[in-house]
C-alpha cells in the first residue's frame, strides 16, 4: 500500500507546477475566488490523507488479520493434539480386547498386507505372449490403508488403492495408486487416521460411547466434514458410467478417475452425476450394472431412515435420473450387490441389516437376524414407484455377489444365479468360516413364487465374472474364484450352466501351494463379433505366490479345459487381495471424457 501511495503521488504523474509565488486569480463564481494552488492543496492533500490512513488500516488490518490466523491455527493444532491424544486413550483404555476380525496383527498377514504406491513401472513379461485384444488398462481395486492402525481394523476399512497393468503393443507397465478420496486428503495432512469405520470402531460401550463423541467434536470444531465431503474409500470396483471412469466404494459417492498415457492413475474427484438433489443424495452401490446396449446404469443405496432404499438410474450421458424410493424395505438391509433383466430390477432382502442403537450397546451397527425371512423383490426397470414392485420369500438366500439374471419364456420366467452365504451367520465376523455357494433360481413372473433352485457346485466360490456383453441376458459360462478356508483364494473355475448335473464345474485351474488369486475378469476375443463365442477370450488375474513373494499378471484361455496359461507377467511390486476389477479396453479409453 505503501509503494502505491508514492507511485500515485509521484511528480511525473501530478499536475505541471506553478512558481510558489504566482497568484492566478479567475473570476468571481458565487462570491468565491478560486486559486489554482489552494484548489490542488485543498484536493490533494485531504486525499492523500485519507489514502495514507487508509493504507495504515488495512496495514494494521492485515497484521491483525495474521495475528488471529496464528491464534486460529494455533487454536486448531491443540484441538486436534487433543483429539489425537483421546483417540489413543481410547485405543489403549477403553477399547475390548480385539476380536480376531478386527485385530491389525491378524489380518495384515500374508497377502492382506497394505504396501506402497508404485508410479508406473516396466515389467517383463515372463511366459508366452500378450494377446492383441488385451490392448487396454486393467484396473483392480481393494482397501489399502495409508496408515497403521492405532487399535480395531476391518478388512473393508482401507483406503482405496487400485492396481493397474496397461497394456499396449505386448508391453505393460504396472502400477499401483491411492484413490486420493477427501478421507484420505484429510488424513494424508494430518499424518494419522481419524474417520471411524461402521465395522471396526465400536468395540465396547465406553469405548463406542467415546468415539462417539470423539466424532461429533471433530465434526463441530470443524476439522472434518463428512455431510459435504462424504468420508467414504472408494476401495471396492471400478466402473465406466456415461463415458467416465469411477472408482466406487456403497458409502459414498463414486470418484472419478483417468488413466494416463503413460499408465498412471490421476483422481479427478467426487461426483455427484448432476444429481437435482446433491444434498440428499450422498452414497450409491459399489455395483451399478451397466446396459451394454443403452450404457446405462442402474444402481440403489440405502438409508437408515425411511425410504431405505432407492432405485435410480443414469442416463448414458451421466446424468442421474430421480429416484424411485422403495418404503415396503422395512429394514435398513445390507444390500452390497443386485441384479438386472431387460425388463426389471432384482434386490435381495437379506438378513443382515444397520441397527444404529447397536452402537450404544458397544458393538458395530451391522447385525445379523437369523429369525427374518431372506426375500427378492422384482421392479420395472423404469418404474416410477413401488407400485410395480413385488416380493418372494427365498429362504437362505443372503447373496454375496450377483452373478446375472435375464428372462425366459416370453418374460414370464425370471432366473437368478448368485454366490450365495450358505452359512450367513459368519459373514460379517469370522470371515474365515463363511462359505458362498452358487446357486440359480428360477421365478415366475406371472405368479410370483419361486419355482425351482438348484446348486451349481459343492465347492466354495465368489467373486464371479462372465462375459460383460451378457449382463442382463441370458448367459452359459462363470468364472469364479475358488476359496478355501480361512478365506484364501485358491483357484480359479469355469461353470457351465447348461449342465443340469449338481456340479457343473468344467474347467478349473488351481494356482498352488502358497498362492493366492484374486477377483478374475473375462476379455472377449472380438468384443464386437455379435457371432462370436460367449467363451472366446481370455480371464485375467493377479496371482502372488507367498512362496517367492512375487505377484504376477495372468492370462488363460477361456476355452481351454484347464484353463491354460497364454501370459504371464512379472509384477515389480506386490499386489494384496482386494475386490472387484474392470478392463477397459484402449479404443473405450481413448474415448472417456
Same mark, same amino acid.
Given at each position: 500500500?505503501?509503494?502505491?501511495?508514492?507511485?500515485?503521488?509521484?511528480?511525473?504523474?501530478?499536475?505541471?507546477?506553478?512558481?510558489?509565488?504566482?497568484?492566478?486569480?479567475?473570476?468571481?463564481?458565487?462570491?468565491?475566488?478560486?486559486?489554482?494552488?489552494?484548489?490542488?492543496?485543498?484536493?490533494?492533500?485531504?486525499?492523500?490523507?485519507?489514502?495514507?490512513?487508509?493504507?495504515?488500516?488495512?496495514?494494521?488490518?492485515?497484521?491483525?488479520?495474521?495475528?488471529?490466523?496464528?491464534?486460529?491455527?494455533?487454536?486448531?493444532?491443540?484441538?486436534?493434539?487433543?483429539?489425537?491424544?483421546?483417540?489413543?486413550?481410547?485405543?489403549?483404555?477403553? $477399547? +475390548?480386547?480385539?476380536?480376531?476380525?478386527?485385530? *491389525?496383527?491378524?489380518? !495384515?498377514? /500374508?497377502?492382506? @498386507?497394505? &504396501?506402497?504406491?508404485?508410479?508406473?513401472?516396466?515389467?517383463?513379461?515372463?511366459?508366452?505372449?500378450?494377446?492383441?485384444?488385451?490392448?487396454?488398462?486393467?484396473?483392480?481395486?481393494?482397501?489399502?490403508?495409508?496408515?497403521?492402525?492405532?487399535?480395531?481394523?476391518?478388512?473393508?476399512?482401507?483406503?482405496?488403492?487400485?492396481?493397474?497393468?496397461?497394456?499396449?503393443?505386448?508391453?505393460?507397465?504396472?502400477?499401483?495408486?491411492?484413490?486420493?478420496?477427501?478421507?484420505?486428503?484429510?488424513?494424508? $495432512? +494430518?499424518?494419522?487416521?481419524?474417520?471411524?469405520? *461402521?465395522?471396526?470402531? !465400536?468395540? /465396547?460401550?465406553? @469405548?463406542? &460411547?467415546?468415539?462417539?463423541?470423539?466424532?461429533?467434536?471433530?465434526?463441530?470444531?470443524?476439522?472434518?466434514?463428512?455431510?459435504?465431503?462424504?468420508?467414504?474409500?472408494?476401495?471396492?470396483?471400478?466402473?465406466?458410467?456415461?463415458?467416465?471412469?469411477?472408482?466406487?466404494?456403497?458409502?459414498?459417492?463414486?470418484?472419478?478417475?483417468?488413466?494416463?498415457?503413460?499408465?498412471?492413475?490421476?483422481?479427478?474427484?467426487?461426483?455427484?452425476?448432476?444429481?437435482?438433489?446433491?444434498?440428499?443424495?450422498?452414497?450409491?452401490?459399489?455395483?451399478?450394472?451397466?446396459? *451394454?446396449?443403452?450404457?446405462?446404469?442402474?444402481?440403489?443405496?440405502?438409508?437408515?431412515?425411511?425410504?431405505?432404499?432407492?432405485?435410480?438410474?443414469?442416463?448414458?450421458?451421466?446424468?442421474?435420473?430421480?429416484?424411485?424410493?422403495?418404503?415396503?424395505?422395512?429394514?435398513?438391509?445390507?444390500?452390497?450387490?443386485?441384479?438386472?433383466?431387460?425388463?426389471?430390477?432384482?434386490?435381495?432382502?437379506?438378513?443382515?441389516?444397520?441397527?444404529?442403537?447397536?452402537?450404544?450397546?458397544?458393538?458395530?451397527?451391522?447385525?445379523?437376524?437369523?429369525?427374518?425371512?431372506?426375500?427378492?423383490?422384482?421392479?420395472?426397470?423404469?418404474?416410477?414407484?413401488?407400485?410395480?414392485?413385488?416380493?418372494?420369500?427365498?429362504?437362505?438366500?443372503?447373496?454375496?455377489?450377483?452373478?446375472?439374471?435375464?428372462?425366459?419364456?416370453?418374460?414370464?420366467?425370471?432366473?437368478?444365479?448368485?454366490?450365495?452365504?450358505?452359512?450367513?451367520?459368519?459373514?460379517?465376523?469370522?470371515?474365515?468360516?463363511?462359505?458362498?455357494?452358487?446357486?440359480?433360481?428360477?421365478?415366475?413372473?406371472?405368479?410370483?413364487?419361486?419355482?425351482?433352485?438348484?446348486?451349481?457346485?459343492?465347492?466354495?466360490?465368489?467373486?464371479?465374472?462372465?462375459?460383460?456383453?451378457?449382463?442382463?441376458?441370458?448367459?452359459?459360462?462363470?468364472?469364479?474364484?475358488?476359496?478355501?478356508?480361512?478365506?484364501?483364494?485358491?483357484?480359479?473355475?469355469?461353470?457351465?450352466?447348461?449342465?443340469?448335473?449338481?456340479?457343473?464345474?468344467?474347467?478349473?485351474?488351481?494356482?498352488?501351494?502358497?498362492?493366492?488369486?484374486?477377483?478374475?475378469?473375462?476379455?472377449?476375443?472380438?468384443?464386437?463379433?455379435?457371432?462370436?463365442?460367449?467363451?472366446?477370450?481370455?480371464?485375467?488375474?493377479?496371482?502372488?505366490?507367498?512362496?517367492?513373494?512375487?505377484?504376477?499378471?495372468?492370462?488363460?484361455?477361456?476355452?481351454?479345459?484347464?484353463?491354460?496359461?497364454?501370459?504371464?507377467?512379472?509384477?515389480?511390486?506386490?499386489?494384496?487381495?482386494?475386490?472387484?476389477?474392470?478392463?477397459?479396453?484402449?479404443?473405450?479409453?481413448?474415448?472417456?471424457?
Amino acid at each position: 500500500m505503501d509503494s502505491l501511495i508514492s507511485f500515485s503521488f509521484h511528480p511525473r504523474f501530478s499536475q505541471p507546477k506553478v512558481p510558489s509565488k504566482a497568484i492566478i486569480f479567475q473570476p468571481k463564481k458565487n462570491n468565491i475566488i478560486t486559486n489554482e494552488l489552494h484548489e490542488r492543496k485543498s484536493f490533494h492533500e485531504p486525499l492523500k490523507k485519507l489514502i495514507s490512513s487508509t493504507a495504515e488500516k488495512i496495514k494494521l488490518k492485515i497484521n491483525q488479520t495474521s495475528v488471529d490466523d496464528h491464534h486460529q491455527k494455533k487454536k486448531r493444532s491443540l484441538l486436534q493434539s487433543t483429539f489425537k491424544s483421546l483417540d489413543d486413550f481410547i485405543c489403549d483404555f477403553l $477399547d +475390548l480386547p480385539l476380536r480376531p476380525h478386527i485385530d *491389525p496383527k491378524i489380518i !495384515f498377514s /500374508g497377502n492382506l @498386507a497394505p &504396501v506402497d504406491e508404485l508410479p508406473p513401472t516396466a515389467c517383463d513379461v515372463v511366459e508366452g505372449s500378450l494377446p492383441s485384444c488385451l490392448d487396454g488398462a486393467y484396473l483392480l481395486n481393494g482397501p489399502n490403508p495409508q496408515f497403521k492402525p492405532r487399535g480395531p481394523y476391518h478388512l473393508f476399512d482401507g483406503d482405496g488403492m487400485i492396481h493397474m497393468v496397461k497394456i499396449n503393443g505386448g508391453k505393460a507397465p504396472f502400477c499401483s495408486r491411492y484413490i486420493k478420496t477427501y478421507k484420505y486428503m484429510l488424513e494424508r $495432512d +494430518l499424518g494419522y487416521p481419524i474417520i471411524p469405520s *461402521p465395522f471396526s470402531s !465400536f468395540n /465396547g460401550v465406553m @469405548a463406542s &460411547v467415546a468415539r462417539v463423541g470423539l466424532i461429533v467434536a471433530r465434526v463441530v470444531s470443524g476439522e472434518f466434514n463428512p455431510l459435504i465431503n462424504g468420508y467414504g474409500t472408494a476401495n471396492t470396483s471400478v466402473a465406466v458410467i456415461g463415458g467416465k471412469l469411477y472408482a466406487l466404494g456403497e458409502n459414498d459417492l463414486p470418484y472419478e478417475i483417468k488413466v494416463t498415457s503413460d499408465g498412471d492413475i490421476i483422481t479427478l474427484g467426487r461426483r455427484d452425476f448432476y444429481s437435482a438433489a446433491p444434498e440428499e443424495f450422498l452414497s450409491m452401490t459399489a455395483h451399478p450394472k451397466i446396459d *451394454p446396449e443403452t450404457s446405462e446404469a442402474f444402481a440403489f443405496r440405502y438409508h437408515i431412515s425411511p425410504p431405505r432404499l432407492r432405485f435410480f438410474r443414469i442416463d448414458s450421458h451421466g446424468k442421474k435420473q430421480l429416484d424411485v424410493p422403495i418404503f415396503s424395505m422395512k429394514r435398513t438391509t445390507l444390500i452390497h450387490d443386485f441384479f438386472v433383466t431387460k425388463n426389471y430390477a432384482i434386490f435381495n432382502d437379506v438378513q443382515m441389516f444397520i441397527s444404529p442403537c447397536e452402537i450404544l450397546k458397544g458393538k458395530p451397527p451391522m447385525r445379523i437376524d437369523l429369525a427374518k425371512m431372506p426375500r427378492i423383490g422384482v421392479i420395472k426397470k423404469y418404474a416410477k414407484d413401488e407400485r410395480e414392485l413385488w416380493w418372494v420369500d427365498v429362504p437362505g438366500f443372503n447373496i454375496s455377489h450377483a452373478v446375472n439374471a435375464w428372462e425366459e419364456d416370453g418374460g414370464d420366467t425370471l432366473m437368478v444365479v448368485a454366490a450365495n452365504h450358505s452359512l450367513v451367520e459368519h459373514t460379517l465376523e469370522r470371515l474365515d468360516l463363511a462359505e458362498v455357494k452358487m446357486e440359480e433360481i428360477r421365478i415366475s413372473v406371472k405368479m410370483k413364487e419361486i419355482l425351482s433352485r438348484r446348486q451349481l457346485s459343492t465347492r466354495i466360490l465368489d467373486m464371479p465374472a462372465i462375459h460383460p456383453a451378457y449382463v442382463g441376458k441370458k448367459n452359459t459360462y462363470i468364472y469364479a474364484t475358488q476359496v478355501a478356508p480361512p478365506m484364501i483364494n485358491v483357484g480359479l473355475v469355469k461353470i457351465d450352466l447348461s449342465l443340469s448335473s449338481n456340479d457343473c464345474v468344467v474347467a478349473s485351474r488351481m494356482y498352488g501351494p502358497g498362492c493366492t488369486g484374486n477377483e478374475p475378469f473375462f476379455v472377449p476375443r472380438e468384443p464386437n463379433d455379435p457371432n462370436g463365442d460367449e467363451d472366446d477370450g481370455f480371464v485375467v488375474v493377479y496371482v502372488h505366490d507367498e512362496n517367492t513373494q512375487e505377484s504376477k499378471f495372468l492370462v488363460m484361455d477361456a476355452k481351454s479345459p484347464t484353463l491354460e496359461i497364454v501370459a504371464a507377467v512379472k509384477l515389480p511390486g506386490r499386489v494384496p487381495t482386494a475386490f472387484h476389477g474392470l478392463f477397459v479396453s484402449e479404443s473405450q479409453l481413448n474415448k472417456l471424457s
